[in-house]
Nanobody, 116 residues
Framework: QVQLVESGGGLVQTGESLRLSCVAS????????MAWYRQAPGKQRELVAE???????NYAGSVKGRFTISRDNAKSTTYLQMNSMVPDDTAVYYC??????????WGQGTQVTVSS
């Protein structure tokens, strides 16, 4: 089992920055990929960014160049630095991990709101 706890959500204005954190506990040595997803009202959940155990990253086109995902394996933590935020970034952001036995776990979600 792996447990995830997110923090760092809140309300910002257009152009401002926010950093999300997600700490994993439990069988953290089994984590292969750490990722952030988001879900806006009335929309499907979408991948924002992911980082592998080796540090390779992948971003959604809409956030590339503005968001940066990072990972501290020693602390079992992933971060999402969000810069130049826009109202379309408003959503509930979920931390997610994939284990080496192909099980995906989710955090409880944190609200991010960008006002215009």
């Amino acid at each position: 089992q792996v447990q995830l706890v997110e923090s760092g959500g809140g309300l910002v204005q257009t152009g401002e920055s926010l950093r999300l954190s997600c700490v994993a506990s439990g069988r953290t040595s089994s984590i292969v990929t750490m990722a952030w997803y988001r879900q806006a009202p009335g929309k499907q959940r979408e991948l924002v960014a992911e980082v592998t155990r080796g540090g390779s990253t992948n971003y959604a086109g809409s956030v590339k160049g503005r968001f940066t995902i990072s990972r501290d394996n020693a602390k079992s933590t992933t971060y999402l630095q969000m810069n130049s935020m826009v109202p379309d970034d408003t959503a509930v952001y979920y931390c997610s991990i994939l284990t080496d036995w192909a099980r995906r776990y989710w955090g409880q979600g944190t609200q991010v709101t960008v006002s215009s």
